[in-house]
């Protein structure tokens, strides 16, 4: 069966300091990967996602990157954190196909970060 | 994609079916419903999907109506692991970015009582 792993599970920072979360997927392979930032509120926020080995695609304009050098591995980083990346980080993956994608998205436990 | 409206909260008796409905009445032909649920502090969990016919997996069982509005989403015999916020999801199958933007409401907080 397939697994996904997240870590750390939570991370304090201090404001201009680096960040590297990583998550890894077994059981599959080339999955699609996803980083996501789950608002106060419940809301989640898709980050990036990757289709495949060093392929990233972003949302939004951040203060965040990401990388996947491997096919299951899939890495969130930051050269500089900020206060306002404090948050819960979700990694997640699902099956890939070509054109239309009922497959459901599997959520690892998440990394609650605190810049301070 | 289409609204969907669920009760702030349930209570359920340990051993017990869990029967949580959800509304989608703007729900369109190819959009499907999720089920994910999340306990405190750790990532959703998927539950089970489907698009026009009931599914059954080892989790739980999805019943959805003829017209599409609304489902309902069944625990045979909660136990007291099952305590979570459940969310009813609609979403269309579609390519990787739009099909990837998942947008929780606020769920049902499901607690199973002893």
């Known amino acids: 069966s397939q697994t996904i792993h997240q870590w750390p599970a939570t991370l304090v920072q201090p404001v201009g300091s680096p960040l590297s979360l990583e998550c890894t997927v077994e059981g599959t392979s080339n999955p699609n990967l996803y980083w996501y930032r789950q608002a106060a509120g419940r809301g989640l926020q898709l980050l990036f996602y990757s289709v495949g080995i060093g392929q990233i695609s972003s949302e939004v304009p951040q203060n965040l990157s990401a990388s996947r050098p491997q096919d299951r591995q899939f890495i969130l980083s930051s050269k500089k954190l900020l206060l306002s990346d404090s948050g819960f980080y979700l990694c997640?993956?699902?099956?890939?196909?070509?054109?239309?994608?009922?497959?459901?998205?599997?959520f690892g436990n998440g990394t609650r970060l605190t810049v301070t | 994609d289409a609204k969907t409206t669920q009760p702030t909260s349930m209570d359920c008796a340990e051993g017990r079916a869990a029967n949580l409905p959800c509304n989608h009445s703007t729900i369109s032909g190819n959009e499907y419903v999720y089920w994910y649920r999340q306990i405190h502090s750790q990532g959703p969990q998927y539950i089970i999907h489907g698009l026009k016919n009931n599914e059954t997996n080892e989790m739980a069982s999805l019943i959805i109506t003829e017209d599409r509005k609304s489902s309902t989403l069944i625990l045979p015999h909660a136990t007291l692991r099952d305590t979570a916020v459940y969310y009813c999801?609609?979403?269309?199958?579609?390519?990787?970015?739009?099909?990837?933007?998942?947008?929780f409401g606020e769920g049902t907080q499901l607690t199973v009582n002893p």
């Open positions: 999801i609609v979403r269309v199958a579609t390519g990787e970015t739009s099909g990837s933007r998942l947008t």
């Open positions: 997640a993956w699902r099956t890939p196909s070509i054109g239309r994608n009922n497959s459901p998205l599997h």
